[in-house]
């Protein structure tokens, strides 16, 4: 199973950014996984920001990003999606996707998102 996270970058402040989760390798279906987005800043704690469920019609959201990002996932593409509008510069970090499944994880190696002026 790999993840591959797409969409990083350099934005300033207010800005907005559109990251990407890719699955493939999976011996189980898209659909049976929740699928979710975390970050990491420089000496922080990995902290979840966003999840979705199999079936696309939960999602919930860290304090700090709701009302500003968006997750969304496509069953026909095995993918996940981060919709980051207004962002700040404390949203500066590294984000990883994060696959859940009745029987596994699995983390996508990150992408870094540096919001600066």
């Known amino acids: 199973v790999q993840l591959v996270e797409s969409g990083g970058g350099l934005v300033q402040p207010g800005g907005s950014l559109r990251l990407s989760c890719a699955a493939s390798?999976?011996?189980?279906?898209?659909?049976?996984?929740?699928m979710s987005w975390y970050r990491q800043a420089p000496g922080e704690e990995r902290e979840l920001v966003a999840v979705i469920s199999l079936a696309g019609d939960y999602t919930n959201y860290a304090d700090s990003v709701e009302g500003r990002f968006t997750i969304s996932r496509d069953k026909a593409r095995n993918a996940a999606y981060l919709q980051m509008d207004s962002l700040k510069p404390e949203d500066t970090a590294v984000y990883y996707c994060f696959l859940r499944n009745s029987a596994d994880t699995y983390w996508g190696r990150g992408t870094q998102v540096t919001v600066s002026s």
């Open positions: 390798g999976l011996p189980f279906p898209f659909s049976s996984s929740a």
